[in-house]
């Protein structure tokens, strides 16, 4: 009898695993019948209302699963913004005195989410824990901001942030930072040990060098070495491959068990730590799975990553910015941390970091002439997803408000960066050179082949790639606010008959 319930146990877990490694609710039985995953799970033998050897071992695999897809969610601000700093690492250096500057712009070799193109980036990276409270002196004129490592703002810098535009010294300090603060400082504390600097400069008559020279004047250091600072580098960004995109599999894990045993700890967080301690990430302990949990883990990030997926590019719930159009928000909900009065915004927090990184107050606020403001399309106007081997248009009425620049740019689905089309940069912006109507409309297209006739803008697409776009507005004006400003929807069209 003990012979046969193994072969029993055994046989359940055979089955069931093998519905499992489907990764669907459904599992066709000779061809016809279908058994639904959940169900199986209930049906699982309880004899005496105590679990056979088969069924824990189905649940405990289903649980550790079940865990590892939360966490891999749960852990995508952090996640992302580790990939983008050992990236950096790789390609250059983390040290806070390497500040890498997009000299030429950005193109498809930075694998960052949903950069842009068209103004001049710089990144660095500072880690108050090596070297303690961290100076930036910044010159005037100069956009950007600081994020903690789980994407949470610290400061704007610029415009938007307390020094004006007009520059000046900021102080980061590290969390549980307690000793005297000097003065004369911008002085804030950090909820993490790693703080990410993202700055950005614009292009004056579509050249570079004046805003590459603006960024040049940054100086970063430590300050304990305020009367002997480190010589900043500025490596060239562009044209490098820079590696910034969060793992899909087991690899992820592994990234987060590093992180949780490097940074600080958040009371708020000991729930989904909880979750971690059961699959084996717990700071202070090495991780190191078995080959059955490093499999199990390995689809929980595969899985996980899809859900991301669709979360992001079909969110469930309205979103729309115009209610009889296909745009989108990009910051869901309006708060740059994600959080509704009573809880955090799961999906829109889910939403956000799979296809973007950075968060700021000036991101959000609706200011007029302030900030920026994003609209994203995923969709053409019959409600179908972007394809590289359609042709499609959109128009933008007259006078597009803003008090800067707008920009429209593409992204592959995939890998959520630059569209690599064979072009230098796949956008279009009122920043560079580009083809108004006699009236100061704008019609843009986008598809593999230039329309025929007429010089018109046009961004080259990937036949059988899926793509989505962004439309980003700097310092918005009223009339975006109002909504008496809007873009047409995306349409599918016959570039041979225009």
Not at 480 to 496: A, C, G, H, L
Request: charged share 20%; aromatic share 14%; with cysteine.
């Amino acid at each position: 009898m003990r012979t046969l319930n193994k072969y029993f146990n055994f046989a359940i877990t055979a089955f069931v695993m093998m519905l499992f490694a489907s990764c669907n609710n459904d599992q066709k039985v000779n061809g016809t019948e279908k058994v639904d995953r959940y169900e199986t799970l209930i049906d699982l033998s309880f004899p005496g209302a105590y679990p056979s050897e088969g069924s824990t071992e189905i649940l405990r695999k289903e649980l550790a699963f079940q865990r590892g897809v939360q966490t891999y969610l749960w852990a995508l601000p952090a996640m992302n913004m580790y990939a983008m700093r050992e990236g950096q690492r790789a390609a250059f250096s983390d040290n806070s005195n390497v500040l890498m500057i997009a000299k030429d712009r950005i193109d498809y070799n930075l694998e960052y989410t949903t950069g842009n193109p068209d103004v001049i980036y710089a990144f660095a990276w500072l880690d108050l824990k090596k070297e303690g409270p961290t100076v930036l002196d910044m010159p005037a004129n100069l956009q950007g901001l600081l994020d903690d490592m789980w994407h949470r703002p610290i400061t704007d810098i610029g415009a938007i942030g307390p020094d004006k535009n007009q520059g000046g010294k900021y102080l980061i300090l590290p969390p549980n930072y307690n000793e005297e603060v000097p003065e004369g400082y911008f002085t804030f504390k950090s909820s993490t040990y790693g703080v990410f600097v993202f700055l950005r400069s614009f292009l004056i008559d579509g050249k570079t060098e004046p805003g590459v020279a603006l960024l040049e004047q940054t100086n970063i250091y430590p300050l304990s070495k305020t009367d002997n600072p480190p010589k900043m580098e500025f490596p060239n960004l562009s044209g490098v491959n820079v590696s910034g995109d969060f793992p899909r599999d087991i690899e992820y894990f592994e990234r987060l068990a590093e992180f949780i045993n490097y940074e600080t700890v958040n009371r708020n967080d000991f729930a989904m730590r909880g979750m971690l301690a059961e699959i084996g990430i717990v700071k202070g302990q090495s991780f190191n799975p078995n080959e059955k949990l490093k499999n199990i883990l390995n689809t929980s990030a595969n899985v996980g990553y899809k859900m991301a997926t669709d979360v992001s590019f079909n969110y469930n719930g309205d979103i729309s910015i115009y209610e009889d159009r296909n745009w989108q928000q990009v910051f869901i909900g309006g708060s740059p941390i994600f959080e509704k009065e009573t809880y955090s915004d799961f999906d829109a927090r889910i939403a956000f970091f799979h296809k973007a990184y950075s968060t700021s107050n000036g991101m959000v606020l609706a200011i007029p002439g302030k900030g920026s403001q994003y609209l994203t399309g995923y969709k053409d106007l019959e409600g179908n997803f972007l394809t590289g081997e359609n042709s499609y248009h959109v128009y933008f009425p007259t006078n597009v408000p803003v008090a800067n620049y707008w920009s429209i740019v593409l992204y592959d689905a995939d890998t959520r960066g630059l569209l690599n089309n064979g072009e230098p940069f796949p956008s279009i912006a009122s920043n560079q050179e580009y083809i108004q109507n006699e009236d100061g409309s704008t019609d843009i297209y986008f598809g593999p082949e230039k329309p025929k006739g007429k010089p018109v803008n046009w961004i080259k697409t990937v036949p059988n790639k899926g793509y989505f776009l962004a439309v980003r507005l700097f310092s918005p004006t009223q009339a975006y606010f109002d909504q008496t400003w809007r873009p047409d929807d995306i349409e599918k069209v016959n570039v041979t008959e225009e």
